[in-house]
């Protein structure tokens, strides 16, 4: 048994309400459940119920035993004093206040159904190993499942926002560089993404802005700062990016110190952060005040010409500075910049218009569901059990329902948990 378990069932009265007695015998009327408090102090804040014919507004603290008052220490803490009932499912001794007199206690297991119980067992005794509603989450209405996936893109939506908000902060407010550091994040995808961001961060970005009309300088910065540019290797190219990143560190003073060591073992070579490096340097190349662009594009199709470029020339036959390759033009590819739109534009567009003071969720929506699924096991596993992702939107919060309520437990205070455990 779960305390979260008892908050389901007082919170949507899922029990006998006829006939209610304190473990006094005294009659009790629910008129308000309260306010779910999911914070410090009681679990219902501003409570309304008629006890022994008399009406009392106040609090509702909640435990499995009514000893756990004690194990919790509630006696001292003066956030308790204003409750007015303690539901318990096991009443093993009484409550009292600072004035002695004892709190109202509801002893909650002699008015749940059995059939409440055995579904609470069904979903939370499951010997199922990947998540607990495996085998009933099928036969759940789609309009509450539909539903359900669009609150928690929303919800993953709003992590991805605070997260964007502590870079604004760390970036002086500049959105250009939020930018920038998003970009070379996802740039460097899972594998060096921790090291293009810690490459975006040893630098300010006016350099960038600075060095923005010279490609090959933007190259050396960021090769340089990757620490790329420490070989001997006697290739024009490689001689004129090492000159200009030579004279890039005195002229803005900077070095490579906090730069994460990049990685290429395992790496499908378009991914290549030599590759990644160079098309990250033609997008800024090749265009101004990149964030204000992606804020004013309202299709995919527009995010797609905006980061339609490829590597610089020597790229086309190289993906290592030491090694020429069969010559073919290496452009972001549509399935790239679909990455970039889940895990970069869309977050950053939601979170600017969060500072704005502006609501642009349908957009977030349409350009959401313009997008293919992402493809991984969290996503084919919830297909397997018939909840299949028809959009990024669908997909990123399947993610979120397996990381977050699924692997927790959280299974009452999720939709699709509620549904089930509502059935009769």
């Not at 389901?8 to 308000?32: A, D």
């Not at 022994?52 to 008052?69: F, M, P, R, T």
């Not at 502590?166 to 921790?194: H, M, P, R, T």
């Not at 001997?232 to 890039?248: M, N, R, V």
Request: aromatic share 12%.
């Amino acid at each position: 048994m779960q305390e979260d378990f008892l908050h389901y069932l007082w919170k949507l009265k899922k029990f006998e309400t006829l006939n209610l007695q304190t473990t006094k015998g005294e009659q009790v009327v629910i008129q308000n459940v309260g306010t779910h408090n999911y914070h410090t102090g009681p679990d219902f804040f501003n409570a309304q119920l008629i006890i022994a014919g008399q009406l009392w507004a106040g609090n509702v603290e909640i435990h499995i035993k009514s000893s756990d008052w004690y194990v919790h220490n509630h006696e001292v803490d003066p956030n308790y004093d204003n409750v007015i009932l303690h539901v318990v499912w096991e009443h093993d001794t009484p409550v009292f206040r600072k004035d002695n007199s004892e709190i109202p206690t509801i002893q909650l297991k002699n008015y749940v159904s059995q059939v409440a119980l055995n579904n609470y067992a069904k979903l939370f005794n499951s010997k199922q190993t990947w998540i607990n509603c495996e085998n009933t989450i099928a036969i759940v209405n789609p309009f509450v499942v539909t539903n359900w996936l669009e609150r928690l893109f929303f919800e993953r939506l709003e992590s991805k926002a605070k997260a964007i908000e502590a870079i604004l902060k760390a970036s002086n407010n500049n959105w250009e560089a939020v930018l920038f550091k998003l970009l070379a994040k996802n740039f460097g995808l899972k594998v060096n993404g921790d090291a293009f961001f810690s490459l975006a961060n040893s630098f300010d970005f006016s350099v960038v802005r600075k060095q923005q009309s010279n490609l090959q300088s933007l190259e050396a910065l960021f090769f340089g700062q990757a620490g790329l540019l420490d070989q001997d290797i006697q290739e024009a190219y490689y001689i004129a990016l090492q000159k200009d990143y030579t004279f890039l560190k005195q002229k803005f003073k900077i070095d490579n110190a906090s730069v994460s060591p990049f990685q290429f073992f395992r790496l499908r070579p378009p991914n290549f952060p030599t590759i990644r490096l160079s098309q990250l340097a033609n997008v800024y190349h090749l265009h101004q005040n990149v964030f204000s662009k992606v804020i004013a594009s309202d299709s995919v199709a527009d995010i797609y010409k905006l980061f339609s470029v490829s590597t610089s020339p020597f790229w086309e036959s190289h993906y290592t500075f030491d090694k020429v390759s069969s010559a073919r033009k290496k452009q972001i590819t549509k399935s790239f910049v679909d990455l970039l739109l889940i895990n970069t534009i869309i977050p950053l567009k939601f979170c600017y218009a969060k500072q704005q003071g502006k609501s642009i969720e349908e957009e977030i929506v349409s350009l959401m569901q313009q997008l293919k699924p992402e493809k991984n096991g969290i996503v084919d596993k919830f297909a397997s059990l018939k909840v299949v992702s028809e959009s990024a939107l669908d997909s990123q919060a399947v993610i979120q329902l397996k990381n977050l309520y699924c692997d927790t437990n959280r299974c009452l205070k999720c939709a699709i948990g509620n549904t089930i455990l509502a059935q009769n």
